[in-house]
């Protein structure tokens, strides 16, 4: 029989996987992030030869035990034979007493015990009871009864016989020597961390047999003397060998050690396991829901684990470097920026998702119900012809990811541009700043100080003198050396919060990460961790009429660096959504050669349906991960606009099922497929879940009277913004929550207007395009203030050179927009951040604009609110 081996990422020791073992061979191998006893259950393989391994994360008995120990006494030695009965006559001629009764056999020798090993990392038991003991040896057989002596005779008057002796009887034999103890086994348990608990750890030697009783004399004969004796009781065995018992506590490194030298080969079956467990615990965390709000964690630890055993496992990395990114399951940004189009991600979704799930239930049920190779042949064709049109899609999938990757590319560029030229113009102006004063938190300094450290903090990115945190993108890690020399008031400028701090080491601890590991230089206190926001508002609070321009130049430069940050954390992500796309594809080829390998022996033996239905499942699942792309895109939509949570509605494991369900259906552990049906119907029924976000979406326009629309009518007409605008082309303003009413909140761009009053063109108009910084910030009813961190957008606008009036703008209504406008790409944001208004190059030379009369510049920034 062959070896037992089980790897499942739980193994429960009960009495189902006991009748598994015994029907196996003699290695029982059991492999698993956690085994555990059903209560108080105890693996009793007492005389069945089974050697035990547990190679495991965590070992809990459960107030159970295991014993391999030899089992029943060994057998008796076989009795001794009877004496020859003796033998009298008259004449005495042959004459003999009762013969000796023969001696009895040794006992056999007790069953050698086999052996229990356990490795494992966290060792949890309220008393540990392992058991190796030898077996008994078998008592010795009884000694033969001796022989009957010969009877005489007394004197007969009436023959005139005379009488004569009888002879003796026989001694009864030795009883056999007891069968020597069987050996015990090995109990053997390395362990890194445990629980306080007591040991009862055996491997004792099996006790000898006892020895055999002494035969019973033989009757004694008529007329004889009694000579005959008991047997001698017969020598009991020796015990047998104690066995080895250790107990040790190990190093983390030893324990992964004894585990590779343990499982050999099967070290990289449990790798590709634990990879599995580990990608469905990242697909099925959800913060928001308090039973898989540590998924991510025990994500991180299983991919930590498939390193361990196999340290060049590239998809363990890459799901790491993933989850660090702050990137869900499906490779994409968990703060993903789009429009907010909410109807459009919906719609789709629940269109396509009713035909995935009848694909799946279809195709899965048809497959399992085959009854011969030819009508199973036609399916998998089918199959095969729908795998290859999900590669086809996948590499369409895969083109859309790289084009998304050369336009975070060339953010990122941009971004760099616009960073250096920022800090060019700060340095041309510390001349004016050095003779400026800012406050900033009490302290009083002069701007250039802190033109200075911004420019500092400017040239320092390319070192990685400072850089964004990933998992909380308003914050940033600056390297202290940047601004050592900066003086008091840069000091106060970049002051470190103790609630970033918390923040930011709390986002880390939710992904099995010590901050410190990955924001070098913290705990050295050589990196600060800087919010952006704040930097922003404490600039802003230091403006003053003297120092309103200087200030405004330096918060762009603050504003751009935490841009070019955040391009690059995107173009990271964008990489990594590559890699997830093409692993994604890596899957479907994967799933077609399984189908082509099927095709190629058409059985209709059980294991192989299963095979060929599970290939169903996981086609579908490669679709499941574009739907679930549009429920994300749904959610982020509600996120977006209502600045309302909607984490708890999506779950993206729907269509996945815990790899031990499907491993137990695949290795015909369960007699059929209703546990695996059950299991995936439950799952599917969580793509229900989505259609709640729109119940919040509509809620957040419940009470239509209140929702208003108005405008911000911005003039710009300083000379020096107004020729500063005719030498660059390029103008930069700010509009601060506090500069809307202060009973507008959730205002949320709805449209933008420009004008060029006083330049001139060919046609008439200008085109020219606007964009919105990175922070989007609104204020909410409760008076709280909420910033997002997106992406910055643009919008291209065809300016009038003419004044604007109330009779050529439409201004969005504040009619419930429950279909997001596509032609603006900030619509739905907060009006409040950073705008920047420019005419493009191009401009110039198509129909190039003269500003020579410029005198002023509109802008008005069409908003809804709620009241």
């Not at 107990?247 to 449990?270: F, H, K, M, Q, S």
């Not at 000379?719 to 660059?728: A, E």
């Amino acid at each position: 029989m062959a070896d037992f081996k089980l790897i499942r990422d739980k193994i429960i020791i009960n009495a189902a996987l006991k009748a598994r073992i015994l029907s196996s061979g003699p290695r029982i191998l059991l492999v698993a992030r956690q085994v555990q006893h059903e209560q108080n259950f105890a693996l009793d393989l007492a005389g069945k030869g089974k050697h035990v391994v547990i190679v495991a994360g965590e070992y809990d008995n459960n107030g159970g035990s295991i014993n391999v120990s030899g089992g029943l006494p060994a057998a008796v030695g076989p009795d001794g034979s009877a004496g020859k009965a003796g033998l009298a006559r008259r004449d005495g001629i042959g004459n003999r007493p009762g013969g000796t009764g023969g001696p009895g056999g040794r006992g056999a020798v007790g069953t050698g015990a086999t052996s229990v090993r356990i490795i494992c990392e966290l060792l949890r038991a309220g008393e540990l009871q392992l058991f190796a003991n030898g077996g008994a040896g078998g008592p010795g057989g009884a000694g033969g009864n001796g022989g009957a002596g010969g009877s005489g005779q007394k004197d007969n008057p009436h023959t005139k016989d005379g009488g004569f002796d009888g002879t003796s009887n026989g001694s009864g034999g030795s009883g056999g020597t007891g069968g020597p103890g069987g050996s015990g086994g090995q109990v053997s348990i390395a362990h890194i961390g445990t629980a306080l608990f007591a040991t009862l750890l055996k491997a004792a030697g099996g006790p000898g047999g006892a020895g055999g009783p002494g035969g019973q004399p033989g009757k004694k004969g008529a007329f004889a003397d009694n000579e005959g004796r008991r047997g001698q009781a017969g020598a009991p065995g020796p015990s047998g060998a104690a066995g080895p018992v250790t107990n040790v506590r190990v190093t983390a490194d030893d324990y992964w050690a004894r585990v590779l030298v343990e499982l050999g080969p099967i070290a990289a079956e449990w790798a590709d396991y634990r990879l599995a467990v580990g990608e469905y615990l990242y697909r099925a965390y959800n913060p928001e829901v308090p039973a898989r709000a540590d998924f991510l964690i025990r994500a991180m630890r299983e991919f930590d684990a498939v390193l361990r055993l196999d340290p060049r496992n590239a998809q363990a990395t890459r799901l790491q470097q993933q989850i660090l990114l702050n990137q869900n399951i499906l490779g994409l940004a968990r703060e993903l920026d789009l429009i907010p189009d909410f109807e459009h991600y919906i719609s789709e979704f629940e269109r396509v998702g009713a035909l995935v799930f009848h694909v799946f239930n279809q195709g899965f049920q048809e497959i399992l119900a085959a009854k011969l190779p030819t009508d199973l042949g036609r399916l998998l064709d089918v199959q095969q012809q729908a795998i290859e049109g999900t590669i086809a899609d996948t590499q369409d999938e895969l083109q859309a990811a790289v084009s998304a990757q050369k336009d975070a590319d060339d953010e990122v560029q941009e971004a760099r541009t616009r960073v250096a030229e920022v800090n060019t113009q700060i340095q041309a102006a510390m001349e004016e700043m050095n003779n400026q004063s800012i406050s900033i938190g009490g302290v009083i300094g002069i701007v250039g100080e802190i033109g200075g450290a911004v420019a500092s903090v400017a040239a320092a990115i390319p070192t990685a003198g400072t850089s964004l945190v990933a998992l909380v993108p308003d914050v940033i890690a600056l390297s202290k050396s940047v601004i050592d020399n900066a003086g008091p008031i840069a000091d106060a400028l970049f002051n470190q919060e103790i609630p970033d701090v918390n923040t930011v080491t709390q986002a880390y601890q939710k992904v099995n990460q010590d901050v410190n590991k990955v924001v070098k230089g913290f705990e050295e206190g050589k990196t600060a961790l800087i919010n952006f926001v704040n930097l922003v508002h404490k600039l802003a609070a230091g403006r003053t009429p003297d120092n309103a321009k200087s200030v405004a130049l330096v918060q762009r430069g603050v504003e751009l660096i935490h841009a070019q940050l955040l391009a690059e954390h995107r173009f990271a992500q964008a990489d990594h959504t590559v890699k997830a796309v093409g692993a994604k594809l890596n899957r479907g080829k994967a799933l077609l050669d399984k189908t082509q390998h099927l095709l190629g022996q058409l059985s209709v033996e059980e294991g192989e349906l299963r095979k060929a239905g599970l290939n169903t499942i996981h086609n579908a699942q490669i679709h499941l991960d574009s739907l679930l792309g549009f429920a994300f895109r749904a959610q982020r939509s509600v996120e977006i606009y209502t600045l309302k949570s909607e984490v708890k509605n999506l779950f993206l494991d729907a269509g996945y099922v815990n790899p031990d369900t499907e491993r137990d259906f695949a290795d015909l552990v369960v007699p059929n497929s209703q546990a695996l049906i059950n299991a995936y119907t439950e799952s599917f029924a969580s793509l229900l879940q989505p259609t709640r976000m729109a119940a919040d979406y509509e809620a957040f326009f419940s009470d239509p009277n209140n929702l208003n629309a108005d405008s911000r009518r911005l003039s710009f007409t300083d000379p020096d913004v107004l020729q500063n605008f005719r030498d660059t082309h390029d103008f930069q303003f700010t509009i601060e929550v506090g500069d809307l009413p202060a009973d507008h909140f959730d205002a949320k761009v709805q449209s933008v207007f420009v004008a060029f009053v006083g330049a001139t063109s060919q046609s008439g108009s200008i085109s020219c395009e606007v964009r919105h910084g990175d922070r989007y910030e609104e204020k909410r009813p409760d008076g709280t203030l909420v910033v997002q961190v997106l992406q910055s957008h643009i919008d291209t606008k065809l300016a009038p050179t003419t004044r604007l009036v109330q009779a050529d703008v439409n201004f969005a209504s504040p009619a419930p927009p429950l279909t997001a406008p596509q032609s603006l790409s900030f619509w739905g944001r907060g009006v409040a951040g950073r705008w920047d208004l420019s005419i493009p190059q191009s401009e110039f030379r198509l129909d190039p604009p003269d500003l020579t009369g410029l005198r002023e510049i509109q802008v008005w920034v069409g908003y809804q609110f709620f009241r």
